[in-house]
């Protein structure tokens, strides 16, 4: 409808509720574009001529015009880049599926490659029957499908401090959602035999940071996978080939990636990894630990600061992800004024516990500048809180398990940025 | 537990029933392993070194281990490679979401290159406002999500005759399955506003062949998408990039890429892709037309001709995908005997109407030949025939819908192949 540019009337007609009034000057409008449009009224090459053929693509890329929509990493975040985080392109996605090749990663001293010929995972401590297993082994196990988000503790981890960090990818792109396949931990425990004193699991990583994890033994036995498919295919080298944790609504550093060993213990390990790090630093000096699920969340993905409105005033879509490491998401509601009020969003697409929900709301844009809000509301009632609320609580200094609520200032001329409201 | 192959019992225990009897020999086994296992008793090179630094994968590809896991064409199928099919990897993919990189797709003259910012879309014929879209503003409408299989009308084609092609991929993988983003296709028509006398819709792409399909409208205002995003990201090139039709349930064929417009009209097209070709050849020599709905299909996926057993008997597990163009599976039976007695499969994972669903059977294999296969029933009570039986009424010569159930012998040596029982 590219009479609407031109004639700068409103677009609200082409949501549905003024059509008669809105079709003349879209009837007009299109006369226009026919006549004038080179796109609509000459044959294109690409109408009249062949395109590639299929042994172009044995395995697709995304289309050079895409080649920003990719992982993005902060220098200055990490000491080192083989220490560092790989961050998902929220900004630019739809729907609640990651693709690996932009999904979030991150390792403690790099990637590294392991074939499934060289691959073992053991099994021991607290057990009747410590194990070995091979890759093969592992895949003749009964499998399941699970499909679950996973997010870094340190998600939003800069905004403690207040809004730092231009970009709704490196502000809240900790995070992927993927479909992964797996074998039950429960059904490897069961073959080992976890003796009565085992209260806690340990799982480690054939990595040099080996990465090594404490997680209660329920955890273990209940929805916890060792995983070796994502979205259908292999893991890719950077999640963890050939075999991962999978830890559903656990903060990400518990899914262990090149997985090589669980231990089975009476306590918890207390390893540099859930001591140093990934511990929550409170207010008063103190740090609380075994803080491992993730709270309700949401995030406006567009508009954002790396998605400006572009097209002016009129229907604009506003969308979103919401999750929680508590179950489902019941609700999210969008607030266009800093939190002032409040109206539902859609949830669109399924609604899984542990995943990604993605969310909608479609407005007429009056071109003001807005305060965009989402606020998340998980199956067990709980309301994702303000930052200022969980800012009285931790004080500033943490840098794990923000999951306040995200402001980004739409200007009037449609650039965003991340901002915070009193 | 590398046990088990040196010593060469059965790994029934492993499956929980038998831990008792399995421990020892488990133990006993787990022993060997670590003394004699260098994989275990030494310090790797990737234990103690640095892997890949995050900027090594800002877009990631699979691992060069998995090289093998890529669509495969077949040069004689068709007279071009600019018209040619790219089969999915079913037998090595897992879970139900196909990731587009490997990911079946067609085209008929190649996959053209078209940007978002020359991509226009027309809506004309027997509506009140003839309608030229940009990208943009297709993106200012309402979205929805919908996760559907796109199944080539030929899939399986080559079966009419007889097991003909080897490899799961090549006699089935003319499929896949994501979850895409788009407009309802309603909501474009109702802009337009489609009058009275409009019964059908014809759409065609932007490519040279147009591939123009026809279709009622009454599917149209139902469950079509004009979709943008697949799996959450941009459609690939090869998937029709920018836009593309989804249509739930039909033939793939009618899944337009680079979709350049749609008419309306009163009657259909009667275009080369839905007489000469996409229609179905009878026993007596008519041809039916308008078979657009994918009947419930499934097949096993592994072990299959590329999957062959590799670890001797013991458990196995047995896995493969199953769908219904009308709907949701209901249940997927297994034979191992070529259809002389079936046992049901678990369905696992999410079970959605006019999507993937995966399922599993997990066995105890005695390592005797089998003549595996499966039967998908779906909720409207169809279940899914014989070849034979689709052969008594539509012949032998037919290439559309044949959606028999297929045979895969697995011989001792855990070898497999394409063939017919009687």
Partial sequence: MSETDEAGTSRRAFLGAGLAAGGAVATAGFARAQTADPLITEVQDWAS?????????????????????????????????????????????????????????????????????????????????????????LTRFPRTITTAFCECAANGGMEWGGAQLEGCQFTQGMIHNMEYTGVPLRLLLEEAGVKPEGKWIYAEGADASSNGRSMPLEKALDDVLVAF????????????????????????????????RIGVYDQAVESREETSKYTDLMKDGRARKWTWVMDAKSVITSPSPQAPIRHGKGPLVITGLAWSGNGKIDRVDVSLDGGVSWQPARLTGDVKSKALTRFHLDIDWDGSEMYLQSRAIDETGYVQPTKDQLREIRGLNNVYHNNGIQTWWVRADGEVENVEVA
């Fill in 49 to 137: 001529s062949f395109g590639d053929a299929v042994d172009a693509t044995p395995y697709g890329m995304p289309i050079h015009y895409e080649s920003h929509v990719v992982r993005r990493n902060v220098e200055w975040l990490t000491e080192s880049a083989v220490s560092s985080i790989n961050f998902t392109p929220i900004h630019a996605l739809e729907g609640t599926i990651t693709p690996q090749g932009c999904a979030f990663e991150r390792h403690h001293s790099g990637a590294i490659e392991l074939s499934k010929q060289d691959y073992r995972l053991m099994i021991n401590g607290l057990v009747e029957r410590p194990l070995v297993f091979t890759y093969e082994d």
């Fill in 229 to 260: 498919f994502a979205n259908g295919e292999a893991l890719r080298k950077e999640h963890g080939y050939p075999v991962r944790l999978v830890v559903p609504g656990f903060e990400g550093n518990m899914w262990v990636k090149w997985l090589r």
